[in-house]
């Protein structure tokens, strides 16, 4: 098939390359615009664009199709067959929608109808689910509720972090958007529609949900510290700047305040409503990732301390 792909965060990079790789003409490739970023803001660019022009693909970057109506002519040109939509980051107006024989099909990393929206992932280690999975489904105006093309499980290790199991979960997703696409093309697929009545959602993430409050419980603050990592963090506060906690793990031995800081044989325990995090590296305000005992060893007073 003649195929536009649209993907941007670097965990799309395997669906873009296995689709290649099964044979089809990646016609073009679309991502989002190149964004300023870090102290310096330096212009960078997406992971998928960086790939793409390295595979000598053709990218484009409309800002948003709904505003800048003369994209969709152009991507009309292309008269590919099929749109394949992978964590791109825009909605797609109906025009766009209609625009394909075999319309747009998108890679959505939850069990739908369960989890539409933005944090999948995060909702899912939040909500201490065991299983969760991939869905493909043909892509409507609404938030992720087109029919269901196919759909596969996958386990949720315990410890897994989001952007550990949003990886995995691509890379599976990956291996069934091929699949897909040559069931479509065979005309075999019967699309299955949602159950909206059982549809959950999920939220975009923000800085502030990455504070921790240390007066709920241990696993509800690991399952917090896994979810939200690399995004927004987990953090909390030490002599007024911001702490992020990293890496932590649960300890049922060590009972102690929330939020107080112990110290004893060469680990950092944090407290909680009920048990205690031991917590192995951290990254102060303006400074690299450490481990939690230097970090203990360069400021003598973070031991009793009690984060805010």
């Given at each position: 098939?003649?195929?536009?792909f649209?993907?941007?965060?670097?965990?799309?990079?395997?669906?873009?390359?296995?689709?290649?790789?099964?044979?089809?003409?990646?016609?073009?490739?679309?991502?989002?615009?190149?964004?300023?970023?870090?102290?310096g803001?330096?212009?960078?660019?997406?992971?998928v664009?960086?790939?793409?022009?390295?595979?000598?693909?053709?990218?484009?970057?409309?800002?948003?199709?709904?505003?800048?109506?003369?994209?969709?002519?152009?991507?009309?040109?292309?008269?590919?067959?099929?749109?394949?939509?992978?964590?791109?980051?825009?909605?797609?107006?109906?025009?766009?929608?209609?625009?394909?024989?075999?319309?747009?099909?998108?890679?959505?990393?939850?069990?739908?109808?369960?989890?539409?929206?933005?944090?999948?992932?995060?909702?899912?280690?939040?909500?201490?689910?065991?299983?969760?999975?991939?869905t493909?489904?043909?892509?409507?105006?609404?938030?992720?509720s087109?029919?269901?093309?196919?759909?596969?499980?996958?386990p949720?290790?315990?410890?897994?972090?989001?952007?550990?199991?949003?990886?995995?979960?691509?890379?599976?997703?990956?291996?069934?958007?091929v699949?897909?696409?040559s069931?479509?093309?065979?005309?075999?697929?019967?699309?299955?529609?949602?159950?909206?009545?059982?549809?959950?959602?999920?939220?975009?993430?923000?800085?502030?949900?990455?504070?921790?409050?240390?007066?709920?419980?241990?696993?509800?603050?690991?399952?917090?510290?896994?979810a939200?990592?690399?995004?927004?963090?987990s953090?909390?506060?030490?002599?007024?700047?911001?702490?992020k906690?990293?890496?932590a793990?649960?300890?049922?031995?060590?009972?102690?305040?929330?939020?107080?800081?112990s110290?004893?044989?060469?680990?950092?325990?944090?407290?909680?409503?009920d048990?205690?995090?031991?917590?192995?590296?951290?990254?102060?305000?303006?400074?690299?990732?450490?481990?939690?005992?230097?970090?203990?060893?360069?400021?003598?007073?973070f031991?009793?301390?009690?984060?805010?």
């Open positions: 098939m003649k195929i536009v649209m993907g941007t965060p670097y965990f799309a990079i395997p669906v873009l390359d296995k689709i290649s790789a099964d044979g089809h003409d990646i016609v073009a490739v679309y991502t989002q615009p190149d964004r300023t970023s870090g102290r803001r330096k212009i960078t660019m997406s992971a664009k960086e790939h793409a022009i390295s595979k000598n693909f053709q990218v484009l970057q409309p800002g948003n199709f709904r505003d800048d109506l003369s994209q969709i002519p152009i991507l009309d040109d292309f008269k590919a067959d099929i749109a394949v939509v992978a964590a791109y980051g825009t909605l797609l107006p109906s025009e766009i929608l209609d625009m394909f024989p075999y319309g747009c099909i998108n890679l959505h990393p939850s069990l739908l109808p369960k989890y539409r929206g933005a944090s999948p992932v995060s909702t899912a280690i939040l909500e201490a689910e065991k299983i969760t999975g991939i493909i489904i043909q892509l409507d105006s609404g938030m992720d087109g029919p269901i093309l196919a759909q596969k499980e996958a949720i290790g315990e410890g897994a972090l989001c952007n550990e199991l949003t990886e995995k979960l691509f890379y599976i997703g990956a291996d069934l958007i699949e897909t696409i069931k479509l093309a065979k005309g075999v697929i019967i699309p299955r529609l949602q159950d909206n009545e059982n549809a959950t959602y999920t939220k975009k993430l923000v800085r502030k949900d990455g504070l921790v409050d240390w007066k709920d419980g241990a696993d509800v603050i690991w399952r917090k510290i896994r939200h990592h690399p995004w927004p963090g953090y909390t506060h030490f002599n007024g700047k911001k702490l906690i990293i890496e793990r649960i300890s049922e031995n060590c009972k102690l305040p929330p939020g107080c800081v110290i004893h044989a060469d680990a950092v325990y944090i407290g909680t409503s048990d205690s995090l031991i917590v192995s590296h951290l990254q102060s305000e303006g400074s690299k990732i450490t481990s939690a005992t230097d970090f203990a060893r360069g400021h003598r007073d031991e009793n301390s009690i984060l805010s």
